[in-house]
């Protein structure tokens, strides 16, 4: 079979906002707000709760075909963020705006344009790689045959063997399933993609399959990325911005370098990060 590249990206409304440099903002989050209740004693029938901010008042702007990378610990916020972003959790105060769409009010045109990626994709874990794009192919409305030229041309170019394509899933490695889901996100070509974690547990050749990726996204797709990791490494070398996340709140934001001049010369990424949030990438207390 003769494999094309991926299409284009779905096309972003006509008029998108614009920020103070006349660039196109594609994600625009203002003043975020997402409270979860926790068990705080109390007894079986009288169980106390207290409420604690897993995102705490977040406000960042993406421009179009940016990859901004959110980094923080375990427990930090970052995955509650791209759930609220991407239609999953409903904030209980501030905008998510993707293209001038609020993710609220405009969530089914919303989810046309974005998806989003994570470990806990959801898959029917018997049937194959096959068999499960093409199932969500199906609910996207997608024609079979271009679904699964897309999809085969994907799972390549991230290192899947093409007869991984048809063994059930269940048997594939946790590595190989990430692929399967970052190929399952790109059949619809979304123009926003929030990758969750995208590459924690996988081996040093699938990470730079992935990452590979990524960029290629953006500078061949015209992809807008969001992407959340606890890797100092994989930050400095994919994203254009990134912003450092912890207890929930975003404390800096701007590129690698900027953020290491605002700890002083010679400093590394991960020495700013301990400085300005005052911990370590090591997971939180109470996770
Ligand atoms: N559904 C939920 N119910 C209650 N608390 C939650 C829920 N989801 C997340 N939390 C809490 O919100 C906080 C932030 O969690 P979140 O998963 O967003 O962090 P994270 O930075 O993505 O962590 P990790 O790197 O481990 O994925 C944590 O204290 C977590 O316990």
């Known amino acids: 079979m003769t494999l094309t590249a991926p299409p284009q990206a779905t096309s972003a409304p006509a008029a998108p906002p614009r920020d103070l440099s006349g660039r196109d903002v594609a994600i625009d989050v203002q003043h975020l707000v997402k409270a979860f ?15 604690s901010r897993a995102v705490d008042d977040v406000t960042f702007q993406v421009r179009r075909g940016e990859i901004y990378g959110v980094l923080g610990p375990n427990g930090s916020g970052k995955s509650t963020l791209i759930r609220a972003m991407s239609t999953l959790l409903i904030p209980d105060a501030g905008t998510v705006g993707i293209f001038g769409l609020d993710v609220v009010r405009d969530e089914a045109q919303v989810r046309r344009l974005l998806n989003r990626v994570s470990v806990d994709a959801a898959f029917y874990k018997k049937l194959s790689p ?21 999809a085969q041309v994907t799972l390549k170019r991230l290192g899947l063997k093409e007869k991984a394509f048809f063994e059930p899933l ?48 953006r500078d061949v797709h015209d992809a807008t990325i969001i992407l959340t990791t606890h890797d100092m490494p994989e930050a400095e070398r ?14 800096a934001e701007g590129t690698a370098e900027e953020l290491r001049g605002l700890v002083g010369e010679g400093k590394t990424l991960e020495d700013a990060f301990i400085e300005l949030t005052g911990e370590g990438l090591a997971e939180e207390e109470g996770e």
């Open 37 to 51: 209740r926790k068990r705080q004693g109390g007894t079986l029938l009288r169980p106390q709760f207290s409420e």
């Open 130 to 150: 096959r068999e499960n794009l093409l199932y969500s192919a199906q609910l996207y409305g997608l024609d079979r045959h271009v679904a699964e030229e897309r």
């Open 170 to 217: 269940e048997e594939m490695s946790r590595g190989m399933q990430q692929k399967v889901a970052i190929a399952r996100a790109f059949l619809t070509s979304p123009v926003i993609v929030l990758l969750d974690e995208p590459t924690t547990g996988l081996d040093p050749k699938s990470r730079r399959d992935v990452q590979e990726f990524v960029l290629e996204l």
């Open 238 to 251: 994919l994203c254009d911005r990134i912003a450092f996340i912890s207890g929930g709140k975003f404390v």
